[in-house]
């Protein structure tokens, strides 16, 4: 793997890290509604991203005005997937709202790929992705099983299962527009800015119709405010580093981790139970990463290709 890739990976991959501690956050708010947790994480952390690239969003401003159709897309998609996620895990369970949300993004975004770039999928992606998302499902079924044995009251899996699926092409989408604007040139700083800039601001509205639980006591503000400080925005810079250098299909089969870390992090902190299957999805989703990060990258090995360039700005210097 080039050196690019590997660092790019390397971050997508703590990006999940980060991601997966939401559940266990979101849990020490259940005083606060889906919509609400959502709106106040991804729009919150979404308007920290752009004050803090404020100054390379101004530099960069004719490059992102020429990007707005994919940056709009990409925009829109960030104000709907946090709704559509948390409201899924609500409606059909931590477990199934999880695996069908990130299980079903890698898909969705190899699809928009394929279908709007022409980007030709290779066999190693192929493999990875399959072998994560079956690795998530094992982990899911596992979970679901440990869930219904507590119940659910009013658990709607259906729409909680459609919900996940749109949180999986939104977050596709998002991860896509904002790769494609990257190729062009523009850093993933002000790309990343902007879109979730814009992202929060759609989501402004929402906050202030729903958030009233959040400031009612300390513990739902302080689960919160971690949320849109730590998984939203550092998960998000880290992200966008990692879309500048992989294409959005790749990065997000690589988030499949967060569902692993999620469950980890369940059993340590919330005192779940994981039976075996669980860890034998784990194990089979670790794997997958490793096929994701350490085969040959090179898509025309697989393919006969030749790699789109990512061009040389696109990759911003490490702090």
Known sequence: MRRGEAYGSACVLAAALLWGTTGTAAALAPGVGSLAVGAAAMGVGGLLQAAAALRVIRAHRAGLAAQWPTLAVSAAAVAVYPLAFYTSMRLAGVAVGTVVSIGSAPMAAALVERVVDRRPLSRRWALGATVGVLGVLALAIARAGEEAATGAPGAQPVLGIALGLLAGLTYALYSWGAARAMRTGLPSRPVMGAVFGVGGVLLSPVLLLTGAPIVASWPNFAAVAYLALVPMFVGYVLFGRGLAAVPASTATALSLLEPAVAAVIAVLVLHERLPALGWVGM????????????????????????PLPVPPRAVDPVP
């Open 283 to 306: 194990g089979v989703l670790l794997a997958s990463l490793v096929v994701l990060t350490a085969a040959p990258s090179r898509q025309h090995q697989d393919t006969g290709s030749t």
